[in-house]
C-alpha cells in the first residue's frame, strides 16, 4: 500500500459525459501528479500540482482539467469524453519536486462506451 | 522532448540476472533517471532513481555511463516474483521551469521456472 488513495476504482460512462477522478496524496506530500495508461500509448503524463499550483503541463487535453485544494487532495475533470479516453489513470504523489520518488495509487479504470 | 526508448520484453530463468537498457537520448543535465515496476492493475512501484555512475539498493542496481544517454536497470538472481513491466523515467526540463516527465514503453519481463 503507497498510501495514495484514489476513487472510485471504476467508472462507466457514456460519450459526452463529463466525471471527476479523486487522490489523496500520502500523508505530508505536497506533489500530486496524474498520468494515463492506455494499451497503445502506455504511462503518459498529464499534469503536476505542487501545493495548490500547477507546476507542469505533459499530454493533457483540453477537454481535462486538474486542481490542488488546500488540503493537498485533487481532482481530475475528463469532459466531452470519448471513446478514447477509456484507460487507467493514476495519480501520484511526492514530498516535493520532480526529482523525488512518486508513489502511485491504485488508479481508476474509466470505461467509456 | 525526451524520448526513451527500451525493449518490448525479455524471458529469463530463475535465478539470472537480468539487465534491462534504457536510451534517453536529450537527457537534460540535471535530470534523474528513476524505473518503477507495474503488476497488472496496479500502480508503478519506485525501484531506483540515479544521475550518474552506480547506483545500488537492495532490490537493484542501476548503471548510467558518462555521457547518460542511456540507462540500464540490474536485477540479480530474478524470481517467479518478478515478472512485471519495468519503466524507465526521465524528466526534461524546458524554459521558463516547465519540464516533461517521459515514461518509456515498458519492458515486459517474463521469469520462467
Known amino acids: 500500500d503507497s498510501g495514495v488513495t484514489q476513487t472510485p476504482k471504476h467508472l462507466i460512462t457514456a460519450t459526452g459525459q463529463r466525471v471527476t477522478l479523486r487522490c489523496s496524496p500520502r500523508?505530508?506530500?505536497?506533489?500530486v501528479y496524474w498520468y494515463q495508461q492506455s494499451l497503445d500509448q502506455g504511462l503518459q503524463f498529464l499534469i503536476h500540482?505542487?501545493?495548490?499550483?500547477?507546476?507542469a503541463k505533459g499530454n493533457i487535453l483540453e477537454r481535462f482539467s486538474a486542481q490542488q485544494f488546500p488540503d493537498l487532495h485533487s481532482e481530475l475533470n475528463l469532459s466531452s469524453l470519448e471513446l478514447g479516453d477509456s484507460a487507467l489513470y493514476f495519480c501520484?504523489?511526492?514530498?516535493?519536486?520532480?526529482?523525488?520518488?512518486?508513489?502511485f495509487g491504485p488508479g481508476t479504470r474509466l470505461l467509456v462506451l | 522532448l525526451a524520448k526513451t526508448t527500451q525493449p518490448i520484453s525479455m524471458d529469463s530463468y530463475e535465478g539470472q540476472e537480468v539487465n534491462i537498457t534504457c536510451s534517453h537520448n536529450?537527457?537534460?543535465?540535471?535530470?534523474?533517471i528513476t524505473w518503477y515496476q507495474q503488476f497488472p492493475s496496479q500502480g508503478p512501484r519506485f525501484i531506483i532513481q540515479?544521475?550518474?555512475t552506480k547506483v545500488t539498493n537492495e532490490v537493484a542496481s542501476l548503471f548510467i555511463p558518462a555521457d547518460r544517454k542511456s540507462s540500464t536497470l540490474s536485477l540479480p538472481r530474478v524470481s517467479l516474483s518478478d515478472t512485471a513491466v519495468y519503466y524507465c523515467?526521465?524528466?526534461?526540463?524546458?524554459?521558463?521551469?516547465?519540464?516533461?516527465?517521459?515514461f518509456g514503453k515498458g519492458t515486459k519481463l517474463s521469469v520462467i521456472p
Open positions: 501520484a504523489s511526492s514530498d516535493s519536486g520532480t526529482q523525488e520518488t512518486q508513489y
Open positions: 500523508s505530508g506530500d505536497l506533489s
Open positions: 500540482y505542487y501545493n495548490g499550483e500547477e507546476r
Open positions: 536529450n537527457i537534460a543535465t540535471n535530470d534523474y
Open positions: 540515479g544521475y550518474k
Open positions: 523515467l526521465v524528466g526534461e526540463y524546458s524554459g521558463a521551469g516547465s519540464y516533461q516527465l517521459t
